[in-house]
């Protein structure tokens, strides 16, 4: 014997491993035989197999689309340089006049010394191509203002890009559909949209809305980053008052862009993307991107939304696996009887979630892939309005979404395996139903359940953490669920009392509580979100309501101006004559502000505020941590009860007036307005908040700034007014006689018009068109604090929560009738007359459905009574003080909830043969 054999141990080797090996082949034999029973039972059972297939992979099929779609939709790094630069090598953007620092892609930068400025005028291709030296080309891509064009149902508002489409570099960034680039200044080309809008042809002319020029269309062109309507102009259209600083620059060089030449532009102010990409860049994406401190919140909160869409479909999808296990109870006993133990029934049933789940998971992720693909020209031109980037899938996804559907297959088979794994094998053998025992453990683990998520939802309240609130309502919908069929039980107790046919719906729906149960609970859970969020909302437009501050009276039009200092200003009487023919007018004023005549140039303006006095300043500033004992101060103070200061924030708009816009514009008292207008006409301002005013005086500051730097500041005291306005935001209203001593001059501004009742959209249209010859004007109108009407998007909820309940409950009374089939066969011996067994389907329809919907508002409503709680705690130590969320009762939503189940029971009678079935002749 060697060494090496005496050193090692002789003799029978260890059993474990072959324990191990045994029971792992075991376990797969297993598995292996469960999974041809499934793939054999899903072929014998087609209708209840397609059942199930369609629900699971209905959301995969959706979730499919939209994340392919997505992945489609957002561009690597890489499309993102080719779509910016087109032909180009490289582009640039001159941001300031001394050295910048940037990042690699050239998207941020800021400036290396503290001070820089920013470039104060255009550059010229001249100034960019010296930058590069000989043999360089440069073309500028300019995005103008939008501009409003004249089509034949009204004005149309183009966005407007300047760029000479002739030149190759610019021509790389579009797609030709069809004509030439425009080569003069009277020539545009214009995107397909743009063109169905305008409703032009090529060679036709397009007018703009003031009808003062005029362009010919010569091509049509695709912006592949925005498909909506765009007007691209030659640059001699736009002339040098619209260049703009911030152009950007396409260059071709002899050579390539590499870091030397980044770094020598970047020390002239120059910020270069160039087509090059950083090894330490990829283009691969993480499944749900960076999750950092800031987001781990919203994933969670994503996470758990994902969890409640799995626990619907969960609950959708049970009792078409408990009917299944209650068909073949006779085969699982006859494994039983071949040596089978609990844990092989409950393979074999958990099998069918398994092949069903893989299955539905193949179905949906293929259908939605390929609908991503066959949709893709729909997606970009109404969904996102930008060409996406390469087809892809984004295949991480479709792993996880697969994984979830094999999941909810899996765990909706799960209480029917245990309930399986637990049957009596003489009982199905012989082919008899034995309903289960009340179970105490299940109903204290559901009221357990349900008390602890309340508590963690109030938990999360208090700590204004949707995460944990989600998590909470979660667990106490689970303890519904597993209170639901302890619920169903105690209520076929009571019915004794009933006729026969809904006492015989409790009863089944009692015996067949592994059916009936998830039914209801999905009924439950779509009824309490819709009724949950219909609570928000509801609550959330009556706060917007009483929060809102209006601008004007109800009623009453701004008019401004958009181009002032291109066209003659139209005369009060002109625009009094438009506003009376087309929105009854009564009156018409011109609104003036102030301008300071020393000051001019773009890095220079005036301000004129009134003085706060510090002794009537409110000694709490917004964004200050009050405690409980300064918020009550604070809310006792008057200095701080300005809510139209807090809602319009600290600025005062300045004015000139001798009283004819003051009433238009505040809607005061009409004592009030007459005072003010004397106080104005005497030479003195007003002020609409009464803080300013001290003594009789108002304290009017007049700040000239040029180049950044206050230069002057002026302060004179004036006698003032204080009114009380029902509307507006602070202003302060200044005399001629004041202005002048001030020494400023009055500017127009615009116009305000007196009207009854708003103005409709085709109205207002009409006034402008009227003007259309002195310039383009915007207008404002007061549509008052009506509450938001979310009666649409409550109904909408409202009437998928039905889809939902009527499915479920159309699920369960077919998979009941299908079950029953020998209790109506009885039913029929026994002489019952044919109506019974639509009567009988109509009852099970309504147990499911009645029962769930009235669980769902139940727990819908205390649902939305945690979340507006805890929005309120969230801001109940803000300061300004927050308007609460009233609690309020989704009315609408529940109307259609309560028609919901009456229209589920008819549905169930409608489609239910009369015709009593015979299953057996005897001869």
Avoid at 155 to 164: F, P
Avoid at 262 to 268: D, F, G, P, S, T
Wanted: glycine share 10%; proline share 8%.
């Amino acid at each position: 014997m060697t060494r090496g054999s005496a050193d090692t141990p002789v003799g029978p080797p260890t059993p474990l491993e072959p324990g191990r090996r045994r029971r792992f082949a075991e376990l797969t034999g297993s598995w292996r035989a469960a999974l041809r029973i499934a793939r054999r039972e899903s072929r014998r059972a087609r209708r209840r197999t397609a059942l199930v297939l369609a629900m699971i992979a209905l959301p995969v099929l959706v979730l499919a689309f939209l994340a392919a779609s997505y992945d489609m939709a957002e561009l690597t790094p890489q499309e993102q340089l080719d779509r910016r630069l087109g032909v180009a090598d490289a582009e640039l953007r001159w941001f300031a006049d001394a050295p910048v620092v940037q990042d690699e892609w050239g998207d941020t930068w800021y400036p290396r010394d503290d001070g820089t400025s920013a470039m104060s005028r255009p550059t010229t291709a001249d100034e960019v191509t010296a930058l590069l030296g000989p043999g360089s080309r440069v073309t500028e891509i300019r995005a103008g203002s939008p501009m409003t064009m004249r089509g034949p149902r009204g004005d149309e508002t183009l966005q407007a890009w300047i760029l000479d489409l002739a030149d190759p570099l610019a021509r790389g960034l579009v797609r030709f559909r069809s004509g030439r680039a425009p080569q003069q200044p009277g020539e545009v080309a214009l995107s397909p949209t743009a063109l169905r809008r305008l409703d032009g042809r090529l060679g036709e002319a397009v007018p703009t809305a003031d009808r003062t020029r005029t362009y010919t269309v010569v091509g049509v062109v695709e912006f592949p980053d925005d498909l909506g309507p765009v007007i691209a102009l030659h640059p001699a259209a736009a002339g040098p008052a619209d260049a703009q600083p911030d152009s950007r620059w396409l260059i071709d060089v002899p050579g390539t862009v590499d870091a030397a030449m980044v770094a020598r532009l970047n020390e002239r102010g120059v910020v270069v993307a160039r087509r090059h990409v950083p090894a330490s860049m990829t283009s691969s994406r993480s499944f749900m991107g960076y999750v950092g401190p800031a987001n781990t919140s919203d994933l969670s909160t994503m996470v758990l939304i994902a969890g409640l869409g799995l626990l619907e479909v969960v609950l959708l999808v049970g009792p078409a696996f408990a009917v299944g296990v209650r068909r073949r109870r006779r085969d699982l006993a006859l494994v039983a009887v071949a040596g089978g133990d609990a844990a092989h029934l409950r393979r074999v049933v958990l099998a069918d979630g398994v092949v069903l789940g893989v299955l539905g998971a193949a179905a949906g992720l293929l259908l939605g892939v390929g609908a991503a693909f066959a949709g893709r020209p729909l997606m970009e031109q109404y969904v996102f309005g930008a060409r996406f980037g390469a087809y892809r899938c984004w295949p991480l996804a479709l792993v996880v979404l697969g994984g979830v559907a094999v999941l909810a297959g899996v765990l909706a088979a799960l209480a029917p395996a245990w309930t399986a794994a637990r049957q009596d094998v003489m009982a199905g053998l012989a082919g008899r139903r034995t309903p289960p025992p009340p179970r105490a453990r299940a109903l204290a683990s559901g009221l357990a359940l349900v008390v602890g998520g309340a508590a963690l939802a109030a938990f999360g309240a208090s700590r204004t953490s949707p995460a944990v609130i989600l998590a909470g309502l979660i667990l106490g919908e689970l303890g519904l669920v597993c209170c639901t069929p302890t619920l169903i039980g105690g209520l076929a107790r009571l019915g004794r009392v009933l006729p026969p046919a809904p006492r015989i719906a409790l009863r089944d729906a009692s015996r067949n509580r592994a059916a009936a149960a998830p039914a209801i609970c999905a009924v439950m859970a779509a009824v309490a979100g819709s009724v949950a969020l219909g609570g928000y909302l509801a609550s959330d437009a009556v706060r917007d309501a009483r929060t809102y501050q209006p601008l004007l009276p109800t009623g009453h039009v701004l008019v401004n101006r958009g181009d002032p200092a291109l066209r003659p200003e139209p005369s009060l009487e002109q625009v009094s004559a438009a506003a009376r023919q087309h929105f009854g007018a009564s009156a018409v004023a011109l609104v003036q502000g102030t301008a300071c005549p020393s000051v001019g140039g773009p890095a220079s303006y005036c301000s004129v505020v009134p003085e706060l006095p510090l002794d009537h300043a409110c000694p709490f500033q917004p964004g200050d941590n009050l405690s409980a004992t300064q918020r009550r101060q604070a809310l006792a103070d008057p200095r701080c009860r300005d809510r139209a200061a807090d809602y319009f924030g600290s600025y005062v708009q300045t004015l000139v007036d001798d009283g004819t816009a003051l009433p238009l514009l505040t809607g005061a008292d009409p004592a009030a307005t007459a005072a003010a207008t004397a106080v104005l006409r005497a030479g003195g301002v007003v002020v609409t908040d009464p803080r300013y005013l001290h003594d009789g005086l108002v304290t009017v500051q007049v700040n000239e700034v040029r180049a950044g730097r206050d230069e002057a500041t002026t302060t004179r005291d004036l006698p003032g007014y204080a009114l009380t306005p029902t509307s507006g935001q602070p202003r302060l209203l200044l005399s001629t006689t004041a202005a002048r001593q001030l020494a400023l001059k009055p500017v127009s501004y615009g116009w305000v018009i007196n009207t009854s009742t708003p103005p409709s959209q085709r109205r207002q249209d009409r006034f402008t068109a009227d003007l259309r010859g002195f310039g383009t004007f915007s207008l404002q109108v007061e549509q008052g604090a009506a509450p938001r009407d979310d009666s649409p998007l409550l109904l909408l909820l409202a009437a998928a929560a039905g889809v939902i309940t009527m499915g479920a409950a159309g699920i369960a009374t077919a998979l009941a009738a299908a079950e029953g089939r020998a209790e109506l066969s009885t039913l029929a011996a026994v002489g019952a007359a044919p109506a019974v067994r639509r009567l009988l389907a109509i009852c099970q329809a309504g147990v499911i459905a009645g029962l769930g919907s009235v669980l769902g508002i139940v727990a819908g409503l205390g649902t939305a009574a945690i979340v507006l709680f805890s929005a309120n705690r969230e801001y109940a130590t803000a300061w300004p003080a927050v308007e609460p969320y009233p609690y309020l009762v989704p009315w609408p939503a529940l109307g259609v909830l309560v028609l919901v189940p009456v229209v589920a029971m008819f549905g169930a009678g409608l489609f239910t043969r009369a015709r009593l079935p015979i299953e057996r002749r005897l001869d």
